[in-house]
């Protein structure tokens, strides 16, 4: 089975912080993605990668960065964290560059909170 | 504009109950159709997708139906059980210009509370 690890459930940082989400898959997926999920809307997306070191901005990139260095790992950055932001973040991955037949592995989401 | 409504937003039944979920899409143009299962603090998770060609697919006791000249598709579930609570997400790939990628459309998700 594929394992998409987040690597915090829960975070509480202030106003301003830099933000740094991490997230692992292990199955030599392709592609990843950053989604966030609010309530009363569908998941948006962030930004996604189908290479390391490529990536491209999704519908909501401001406030927003990414870091690819390596095929398992996709960071999310916040530069300054604004209250904004308090959301549930979501990693997914794919097997194939067009996700037609390949369906989104999604981690387990990490709860941030901004004060 | 590119948009997934599902319907209701909630819904509670009692266990062993059939219920059905909507979803109603504007995409355009149109890859596939799917649905997914996101139960409390978990990520969601793929139940089925429907190709423009399919009307009716079945997942143990999910099935889901396409009519793609109407853009609405249904997620049913029969003899609901207690572990069936969860967020049910239609999600609706658009399918991409050239030289560019596939775009998902999530749609809010219907909340679904099978009491005992």
């Known amino acids: 089975d594929v394992k998409v690890t987040q690597s915090s459930r829960y975070l509480v940082k202030r106003t301003g912080e830099k933000v740094f989400l991490e997230c692992v898959q292990d199955m030599d997926h392709e592609n990843m993605f950053w989604y966030r999920q609010d309530p009363g809307l569908g998941l948006r997306l962030i930004y996604f990668s189908y290479d390391v070191k490529m990536k491209e901005k999704g519908d909501i990139p401001e406030g927003y960065s990414v870091s690819r260095e390596k095929k398992e790992r996709f960071s999310l950055i916040l530069e300054s964290a604004s209250t904004n932001q308090t959301s549930m973040y979501l990693c997914?991955?794919?097997?194939?560059?067009?996700?037609?037949?390949?369906?989104?592995?999604f981690g387990n989401g990490t709860r941030l909170t901004v004060t | 504009k590119n948009q997934v409504e599902q319907s209701p937003q909630s819904l509670i039944i009692l266990e062993g109950k059939n219920c059905t979920l909507q979803c109603n899409y504007t995409v355009s143009p149109f890859s596939n159709l799917r649905w997914y299962k996101q139960d409390t603090g978990r990520g969601p998770v793929s139940l089925t997708i429907m190709t423009f060609s399919e009307n009716t697919k079945s997942n143990g006791r999910y099935t889901a139906t396409l009519d793609a000249d109407t853009k609405q598709s249904s997620l049913h579930i029969t003899a609901s059980q207690l572990s069936d609570s969860a967020s049910y997400i239609c999600?609706?790939?658009?399918?991409?210009?050239?030289?560019?990628?596939?775009?998902?459309?999530f749609g809010a998700g219907t909340r679904l509370a099978v009491h005992p």
């Open positions: 997914a991955s794919s097997l194939r560059r067009a996700p037609r037949d390949s369906p989104l592995h």
């Open positions: 999600v609706v790939i658009r399918s991409p210009p050239p030289g560019g990628y596939n775009k998902l459309i």
